[in-house]
């Protein structure tokens, strides 16, 4: 159990990185103890294909994205003045004048909004590169897919965000 938490723990910031983005902050945690649960479970099965971390994440992204499907079924099922607005936690910056800290709430709405809009692949995709900083290859084995596929949503994804962003901003302007 020791030897598990020796290779694990250090792990626990990026796993709930990433559940987070998957499927809120909220949840992350929970998704997390599945995660590490169903990992001491596999680890005999373990053949040191891939680095321990990024098996790891691809437990994590797997149960997160369960975890998710089952939650918009349940939200399927419920009405619709029953839903909370998930938002994408941005860290405010040192920001001096409380004009620079009201700027920076509503760029932090508006990419939240804007990442709303876009789909599952390339949020996760950006959001597993940017905000958590995984490389192409992590992105890869954590979402199952070829290092050129996340190359491709991180592309796309790029290009959709700023469109989106650029067309908040004009409708700001106006």
């Given at each position: 159990m020791e030897a598990f938490a020796g290779l694990f723990e250090p792990l626990r910031p990026k796993s709930l990185?990433?559940?987070?983005?998957i499927v809120g902050p909220d949840e992350a945690h929970d998704v997390v103890m599945d995660a590490f649960l169903k990992a001491w479970k596999a680890l005999p099965g373990f053949s040191e294909r891939s680095a321990l971390a990024t098996w790891l994440y691809r437990i994590v992204w797997n149960?997160?994205?369960d975890h998710r499907r089952a939650s918009l079924r349940r939200r399927e099922n419920r009405l619709p003045e029953d839903e909370a607005g998930q938002t994408?936690?941005?860290p405010d910056s040192a920001a001096d004048s409380p004009a620079d800290k009201v700027a920076s709430r509503d760029l932090g709405r508006q990419l939240d909004?804007?990442?709303?809009?876009l789909s599952d692949e390339l949020r996760i995709a950006l959001m597993l590169r940017?905000?958590?900083?995984?490389?192409?290859?992590?992105?890869?084995?954590?979402?199952?897919?070829?290092?050129?596929t996340v190359?491709?949503?991180l592309f796309h994804g790029r290009r959709r965000l700023k469109a989106l962003?650029?067309?908040i901003e004009k409708g700001i302007q106006s």
């Open positions: 990185a990433i559940a987070s983005r149960c997160a994205a994408l936690d941005i909004a804007s990442l709303g809009q940017f905000a958590d900083g995984l490389s192409y290859r992590e992105i890869a084995a954590a979402t199952n897919v070829q290092i050129g190359m491709s949503r962003m650029d067309q």
